[in-house]
């Protein structure tokens, strides 16, 4: 069974940094690539960043230059850097991995930039 498990979230005012933590129980994490979506109230979910096996990343436009995706495969770990934080920003932040053809998700961490 796969367990996805989110922290870091947080207040922070516009132009602060927050980095997210996934931690992943999951077979093999080094060769499975790893997203981070967002949710904002009554919006969908939308993929923010993702990072391959082989560590290629790819953002969304709304958070290139101000987001970095990074992953610690000795600790089945993946981050999310956020610096100049929009109140744009504001929402639920999720883990995904997609394992065996399912889709896993964590239980998410809120984000809320305001001042």
């Known amino acids: 069974q796969v367990q996805l498990v989110e922290s870091g979230g947080d207040l922070v005012q516009p132009g602060g940094s927050l980095r997210l933590s996934c931690a992943a129980s999951?077979?093999?994490?080094?060769?499975?690539?790893m997203d981070w979506y967002r949710q904002a109230p009554g919006k969908q979910r939308e993929l923010v960043a993702a990072?391959?096996?082989?560590?290629?990343?790819n953002y969304a436009d709304s958070v290139k230059g101000r987001f970095a995706i990074s992953r610690n495969n000795a600790k089945n770990t993946v981050y999310l850097q956020m610096s100049s934080l929009k109140a744009e920003d504001t929402a639920v932040y999720y883990c995904?991995?997609?394992?065996?053809?399912?889709?896993?998700w964590g239980q998410g961490t809120q984000v809320t930039v305001s001042s």
């Open positions: 999951i077979r093999l994490f080094s060769i499975y690539t």
């Open positions: 995904h991995v997609r394992f065996a053809s399912t889709d896993y």
């Open positions: 990072i391959t096996s082989d560590h290629t990343t």
